[in-house]
């Protein structure tokens, strides 16, 4: 009984004049924690604050804009193998879960998110010359496209499970602006995640351009990696 008041009484706050107000609710309703052996995880909550459209999502550090529909959301991530820390913040709430995840390591993963309803693509060309994207999504070097979004904001998600080595380059276009005159990239490219030597390198970046290809970055990965 006494979890339950408490539950309540945060979802109300006490203005100067003694009115008590509805705060909001903001949780995330999938995963509850636990454990997962999928390598696509989609993750779901509740958003109820009034006058909000987006909130943040962040994964293991990582800052997501998410956009909010009936109160509600929903986007898929690519886990890290072992232990992963979502917090979902909106209107000064906010609400976390853990959960373990039994999936493959990877040498590689390159993560982009945005900051606009619009259409914004990955690519990831590797040190052949393939290029990894929304209509190659899968190439010889083992390369994968997991998340491919079109309605805005991310994530779109990059992995390789074992790296060739050499020198990998990123590029984003613009596919579609819509209506937003600019839109805000940030490019994370995480090495070796979840393990002693795990690396990661943030990259931003801001488009104008319909249509144009942006290069963001480079890396490389050496053969006694």
Known sequence: MKYKLILILSLFCL????????????????????????RIQKIEGIV?????????????????????????????????????????????????????????????KVLLTWDTPTDVDLWVIDPKGDKCYYANPSIPSGGNLDTDVTTGYGPETFTMAKAMPGKYSV?????????????????????????????RKEFSFIMTMPYQVYHIAEFNIDADE
């Not at 590029?171 to 990239?185: E, I, L």
Request: no cysteine; proline share 8%.
């Open 171 to 199: 590029q984003v276009q613009y596919y579609s602006s819509g209506d937003a005159p600019a839109t805000r990239v940030k490019l994370y490219v995480i090495m070796y995640e979840g393990t002693p030597k795990e690396q």
């Open 15 to 38: 203005t100067a004049t003694g009115i008590w107000l509805y705060a909001g609710d903001v949780r995330i309703t999938s995963p509850k924690g636990g454990y997962t052996s999928e």
């Open 48 to 108: 109820d604050v009034p006058g909000l459209t987006r909130a943040t999502l962040v994964i293991n550090g990582i800052p997501q804009t998410i956009p909010i529909s009936n109160k509600r959301f929903s986007i898929n991530i690519v886990p890290a193998p072992g232990n992963n820390l979502v917090e979902l913040q909106a209107g000064g709430l906010s609400s976390r879960v853990s959960f373990f995840a039994k999936v493959p390591g990877r040498d590689i």
